[in-house]
């Protein structure tokens, strides 16, 4: 089942904040946020883990909620180049089956 | 440099016809994924292997098929019982629970 994504998609403009939020109905052990341009493919932001670990960039910040399943992606300042559509992928467990389930994205635009 | 190649870019086929979308990686992750994107939709997982002769079936693997005989090579056969194939195509590799996930540049495949 995928995680749910909200907004659907935002417009910014340039130097203005935004919230992206990911939720899931099941347990989660990690949140990866991955940022794609058209017709290429999704670079990776972060990786929040069960238990408060979190690798990414410096300009990028999110959040874990394991008890409410649910994270958060906080843009701030945005740039031009913030624009794409982000997807949050969940992380089913820290086992040998490990596989991650995408949201359907939400589409950011950041206007000058 | 080491990464994933996805050959070739753009792909057309006629309907009925099998295709091969080759996925190849020089990181030495031991784990690989097949996407597919159709808008709106994010990314859905086809199958995924996490070591060489073993696979599993991801939530839409109806219709396609995979092989893992080397740890560097994982392609995907879009076969004929595919309903709807036109779609972009995207291979990712993991170094392991708890990283990014590496994701190639993708095959847009078209049948006609």
């Known amino acids: 089942q995928q995680p749910v994504q909200s907004p659907q998609a935002v417009i910014l403009r340039e130097g203005e904040d935004a919230v992206i939020n990911c939720s899931s109905s099941?347990?989660?052990?990690?949140v990866h946020w991955y940022r794609q341009k058209h017709g290429e493919a999704p670079v990776f932001l972060m990786i929040?883990?069960?238990?408060?670990e979190q690798k990414g960039h410096d300009k990028i910040s999110a959040s874990f909620n394991e008890k409410k399943q649910q994270s958060s992606l906080y843009l701030t300042a945005s740039q031009l180049s913030y624009s794409g559509t982000y997807f949050c992928?969940?992380?089913?467990?820290?086992?040998?089956?490990?596989?991650?389930?995408f949201g359907k994205g939400t589409l950011l635009t950041v206007n000058p | 440099d080491g990464g994933i190649t996805q050959s070739p870019k753009y792909l057309f086929r006629k309907e009925g016809q099998n295709v091969t979308l080759s996925c190849e990686q020089n990181?030495?992750?031991?784990?690989m994924y097949w996407y597919r994107q159709d808008p709106g939709q994010g990314l859905r997982l086809i199958y995924y292997?996490?070591?060489?002769?073993?696979?599993q079936k991801g939530d839409i693997a109806e219709g396609y098929s995979v092989s893992r005989e080397k740890k560097e090579s994982f392609p995907l056969t879009v076969t004929s019982a595919q309903k709807n194939p036109t779609a972009f195509y995207l291979c990712?590799?993991?170094?392991?629970?708890?990283?990014?996930?590496?994701f190639g540049p993708g095959t847009r495949l078209t049948v006609l």
């Open positions: 292997s996490q070591i060489v002769n073993d696979f």
């Open positions: 990181l030495n992750h031991d784990a």
């Open positions: 099941k347990a989660l052990y990690s």
């Open positions: 992928g969940t992380g089913n467990s820290g086992g040998s089956n490990y596989k991650l389930t």
């Open positions: 929040l883990l069960k238990g408060g």
């Open positions: 990712a590799t993991l170094r392991g629970v708890g990283n990014e996930q590496f």
